[in-house]
């Protein structure tokens, strides 16, 4: 079994690189007011009230004396008190760092410490050449690595902005990031790793390649979808709604908001009020949100008709935009937005049906991901946490769902890791984690198995008995959101799109003006017989910068029309990976390059 992040040796490593930084912050900076700096994924952070606001220059005379401290070779040592003896502690001005004028945040961390929960502190000390003392104590959980001389590896990233404990009623502190390594072969594999995660960044290539924009007079994650990105979406929907079709699912669209008796019904109003936009009140005095999800419309659908046992499973799919309430320093571009479209779908089965339908939304979501060229992907079970009050439901059903979830891994032969406490609020799911191409996880598709919501909404097919009997809900997302898999695909292929996928597959550049009717001609040929993407370059521009902007634009295809080409009728094709490919008839190229 892999060992946990949180045991290993890095995870010490990144803690103690943090209170490194806090140290370093108390000597360069005194009167700052230390607040909390945990290890993070990819290295660790600090925030911390500054007396004077930090700018990003200067983190290099931050990180040089860090540098400094860490060759002193501190012990780094802990100590177990109680909670009056840790309260003198932090009170203690004689201790550096320590004293009421700076002890704010740490005496509030202290009061969160539950009763009969070890309260301990961490010490790191130094005798400089002059003999005199300097003493870092800070009060934390730990664990911690023996020496400041371990922290060999490291670098300061970024300052940002932080509310105290995440509430923006607090005050904001400066939050101070920075990431370490074990070697530093391996810090300097992740900085490049780094730079080559901003050359792929989805929100600079949308806006450099067309995709998609945002305004601030739209507001905060709500993207704009340009020409070349809304072509990108059709594909993709098309792409699923042909793969759906063939699977025997039924297409539905529903409204943009609903009656919010709705989701008081689902449970939603209490389980997931925080991620709601506030509710309206029409004239009528009925109260209205805008959907944070699609289900209890398809649910509603369902019930809209009498339902036999043969009718079932019922699979009901939608494109649905849905609007969640995200804090804007959480929203990233189109990865985590306020609106997005969710490719979902709800199949009501009976329970004799539930593994097998569950198999072929497995079925459905591996044909999906190998289509998009996404193959690196493991598996996670979300259950419920039993020590959670967080869920609805009786704990038989949560245990039938949980069942069928894992036969219906071991049927499909996939590989899964068990996550407790991740099931959604009304059932356990499976979640499909994708690896893109820096290395990086993205939860993205969901399969959810639900015995609840069709309990809380009395929902029934007819039996064989000619007895009323209650269906079994399965929620599904292969994508996840449209958008968040945009943005993963546009990072996971730096922007040049598998043909099938480019928003502009083609493009066709006449050499000189009285080559544009011709290029018009082969235009509408592509377009018409063969249903290609193209564009015609026929700005007044020099052959070579056509060809290094549609370059730039990651192009699949360059044909380049001239003379010789009009005279021979064949095209030059120039590959967006192999570059110059000759001349070809338009047959040879359908035929042999782009088919």
Not at 382 to 391: I, L, Q
Not at 438 to 451: A, H, K, N, P
Not at 485 to 508: C, D, H, K, N, R
Not at 543 to 564: A, H, T
Request: overall charge negative; charged content about 30%.
């Amino acid at each position: 079994m892999a060992e946990r992040y949180e045991d290993s040796y890095l995870y010490r490593l990144r803690h103690s690189a943090a209170h490194l930084l806090a140290q370093a912050v108390t000597e360069l900076y005194p009167g700052a007011k230390l607040s909390i700096g945990p290890p993070i994924e990819n290295g660790f952070y600090y925030d911390i009230e500054f007396p004077e606001p930090l700018r990003e220059e200067d983190l290099p005379a931050l990180e040089a004396k860090m540098k400094e401290l860490a060759k002193l070779d501190q012990r780094i040592e802990r100590s177990e008190v109680s909670r009056e003896d840790a309260r003198a502690l932090i009170l203690d001005s004689s201790i550096p760092c320590m004293g009421s004028e700076v002890a704010e945040y740490k005496l509030q961390l202290l009061d969160a410490v539950p009763e009969g929960e070890k309260i301990s502190f961490y010490n790191q000390q130094r005798t400089d050449r002059e003999g005199v003392q300097h003493r870092f104590l800070d009060l934390c959980r730990g664990p911690h690595v023996d020496s400041t001389k371990e922290i060999k590896a490291f670098k300061l990233m970024s300052i940002a902005g932080a509310y105290w404990r995440g509430d923006v009623k607090n005050k904001q502190l400066t939050r101070i990031y920075g990431t370490a390594f074990e070697t530093k072969e391996e810090l300097e594999a992740h900085l490049e790793m780094i730079e080559e995660a901003k050359r792929r960044d989805h929100r600079i290539l949308g806006r450099e390649l067309g995709l998609f924009m945002f305004s601030p007079r739209v507001g905060v994650g709500l993207p704009l979808w340009l020409p070349k990105g809304a072509q990108l979406r059709m594909t993709m929907i098309d792409f699923l709604n042909k793969e759906q079709m063939r699977r025997g699912y039924l297409p539905v669209v529903t409204p943009h908001l609903g009656n919010a008796k709705l989701w008081d019904v689902s449970g939603h109003t209490i389980a997931y009020k925080d991620k709601m936009f506030p509710f309206m009140v029409d004239d009528e005095k009925e109260t209205f949100i805008l959907k944070p999800m699609n289900c209890p419309f398809h649910i509603e659908i369902y019930r809209s008709s009498l339902r036999s046992y043969r009718d079932l499973p019922v699979r009901l799919a939608e494109m649905g935009t849905v609007y969640r309430y995200e804090q804007s320093g959480e929203v990233a571009g189109i990865m985590r937005a306020r609106g997005f479209t969710q490719d979902d779908a709800h199949l009501f089965v009976r329970p004799d049906q539930l593994v097998e339908e569950f198999t072929l939304v497995v079925d459905l979501i591996q044909a999906v991901l190998s289509k998009l060229g996404l193959q690196n992907f493991r598996a996670r079970v979300g259950t419920k946490d039993p020590n959670s009050d967080k869920y609805i439901g009786h704990d038989e059903n949560w245990e039938l769902a949980t069942n069928a979830i894992f036969e219906a891994c071991q049927a499909k032969g996939l590989d899964y890791e068990v996550s407790p406490g991740d099931a959604a609020f009304y059932g356990p799911k499976l979640d499909i984690v994708i690896k893109d191409a820096l290395g990086r996880d993205w939860q993205m598709g969901t399969v959810q198995v639900d015995y609840n919501l069709p309990e809380r909404f009395e929902l029934e097919y007819i039996g064989e008995d000619s007895k009323p009997h209650r269906p079994i809900m399965i929620h599904r997302a292969p994508f996840g959101s449209l958008e968040r898999m945009i943005g993963l695909l546009t990072e996971q292929y730096a922007g040049a799109f598998p043909f099938w996928l480019s928003p502009v597959q083609i493009a066709i550049l006449p050499i000189a003006d009285r080559h544009n009717e011709k290029a018009h001609e082969l235009f509408v040929r592509l377009r018409d017989e063969f249903g290609y993407r193209c564009e015609v370059d026929d700005r007044r521009e020099t052959l070579g910068k056509k060809i290094r902007d549609n370059q730039m634009q990651k192009v699949p295809y360059m044909l380049i029309l001239g003379d010789k080409d009009i005279e021979a009728g064949t095209v030059g094709v120039r590959s967006r990976e192999e570059g110059d490919l000759g001349a070809m008839s338009l047959e040879e190229l359908v035929k042999s390059t782009v088919s």
